[in-house]
DNA sequence: CATCATACATAAGGTGGCTTTATCCATCAT
DNA sequence: ATGATGGATAAAGCCACCTTATGTATGATG
């Protein structure tokens, strides 16, 4: 398609001298010498097989040769330019954050708006997918990921431990009188029994795990879904509490017990690397960090 | 005016990659390796602080990005590939050349037309200044130059001596009863006596200068006028043989004496040493020594 | 008219950007 | 499994390009 390319730094070197009708202002304009504005006109003049430039006394004038081609270099050029700029900014304008489920819709949809304000011309598509999501094939900027936190060539952020403890609606605990002891849970539907949080609570807590199956996945992610059941009363419910502070205190969901169990996963912020300096990833890493930090506390790693 | 540019080589690699889809096969249209392709794309992401491409299993495809990106880039390319080709075409496809007046009108009108048979995609432009040219500073191919043949940086070709003799109508002649001798030439009217070529045939012929004036110039390169006001009969020219070969072949003018005078100078193809490569001026050039050397024999230097 | 300032050309020399080489890794096909 | 394909990455070499330094020509200046 494209054929033939001429030498594209001497093209870009002879735009600018053509513009400038003068060697000099074109390296001014280009930060190198004169002598090498003269080096790549020369190389160019060879290619095309015929002089651009006329050298009179005190400046140059571009032949015809020229001046048939700059016209088209400088429309050419402007339309890189154009293009490159629209890439950087537009690059720059929209922000993809992959992320749980839960962390959108229990963290992200009560702050993002605080983001957004603070940095106006910048969209934020969000982007829910449960799945593991790999930089390289997937046109994303950040990830909000659980996990222990090793992913090699990423850079992560420590947000929130992903801790676990029963919670249910106050209503439901009154039915049975209240909740004393971690035993009384046993007395309730159980939501998501299988899920081995239940086990290492209960184990936490001292308590035989005899009457639950032991299931190999986690609600790491969906966990709004037996919150919902929980807070309509349906049942008892293993949750972080970090991602329903709110429910917790406006007393949807009550959280009957102190002990809290943790299995070693967390919540983190990710992106590439090599990224790390683009403005629109670390605007929104420092907002994000401090934002967490703000409703939730300081975070230990 | 043209901003902000992007490295020129990772464009024209990205342009190509983006176009097939792939840097192994990018790589093999700019022959170079895939390593530089992915080398020149990672360099490009970089600076515009986004991923161009998506890195899928077995091929790349563009992201949002890149896809905006990419075909402004082409469509650039492509004006610049077209002004380039039309540069250096065009550049083929017309060629200036200087010459002396007297060069122009008694050799190179009749004999031009075979050139141009030769070469039907070839426009001459035919410059009949009498100015010394100076390459540099006019937008010319090549000159046919009178002098010496000392210029330093230019290709020369000896064409052929610029000699002189006198010439004149038959019917002149006839009215004196022909010419038998050099002293002959004094009853008859003398063309531009003042020219210093004169006074050194009459020398070379043993007779004395004193009805001449000397004046410095010689009639280089307008020895026309002279010859037409010979052919009307109005008087005795002193003329290169070369020149009018065809005029003496055909007696429009006669050469009364065998004896011809040279002062060194001599009739040259010149131009620039760089540009001796070049196809339309290697053409030109092959075409007229021939050419030269067969209306008027073999060239001696 | 001599001197200075400007603008480009040219030669020589150094260096960093780009390329190649070599190897690794993942995926898809057989 | 095993090989083939396509890309990433690290190391190393080289050449294109730039700079420095100098020369040349011309116009401006007093």
Redesign the interface.
């Known amino acids: ?6 030498p ?2 001497a ?2 070197v002879f ?2 001298a053509a ?1 400038h009708a003068s060697f000099t202002k074109a390296a001014g304009e280009l930060g190198m010498t004169q002598a090498a504005v003269s080096y790549q006109i020369k190389l160019l003049e ?6 651009l430039f ?3 006394p005190r400046q140059v004038t571009l ?3 020229g001046q ?2 700059a016209p ?17 900014t ?3 304008g ?1 922000l993809c954050v992959t992320t749980i489920l839960t962390f959108a819709s229990n963290w992200l949809a009560r702050h993002l708006g605080a983001f957004q304000i603070e940095h106006p011309n910048l969209a934020v598509r969000l982007d829910t997918s449960t799945r593991l999501i790999d ?5 994303v900027d950040v990830a909000i990921r659980a996990g222990p936190g090793n992913w090699p060539g990423l850079t992560k952020h420590f947000l929130f431990k992903a801790d676990f403890t029963p919670m249910l609606s106050p209503k439901l605990a009154e039915s049975i009188g209240g909740l004393k002891e971690p035993a009384d849970l046993l007395r309730l539907p159980v939501l998501d029994p299988g899920d081995y949080w239940w086990k290492e609570w209960f184990t936490a807590a001292g308590l035989p795990t005899d009457s639950l199956e032991s299931r190999p996945r986690n609600s790491l992610g969906a966990q709004a879904y037996e919150a919902n059941a929980a807070m309509a009363g349906n049942g008892v419910a293993i949750l972080t509490r970090a991602l329903f502070s709110a429910e917790l205190a406006d007393g949807r969901l009550i959280q009957p017990f102190d002990l809290v169990a943790w299995d070693g996963n967390a919540y983190w912020l990710v992106y590439p690397e ?2 790390r300096n ?2 629109k990833i670390r605007a929104f890493r420092d907002w994000l960090l401090t934002a967490v930090e703000a409703t939730l506390g300081k975070p230990e790693p």
Chains 1, 2 share one sequence.
Not at 1 to 6: D, E, G, Y
Not at 46 to 51: D, F, L, N, S, W
Not at 135 to 139: L, M, P, Q
């Open positions: 398609m494209v054929s033939q390319l001429p594209l730094q093209i870009r735009e600018a513009r060879e290619r095309v097989g015929a002089p006329l050298r009179k032949t015809e040769a048939r081609l088209s270099i400088t429309e050419a050029f402007g339309i890189i330019s154009e293009a490159y700029a629209a890439a950087r537009g690059a720059e929209v930089f390289a094939r997937e046109d090599a990224r683009v403005p």
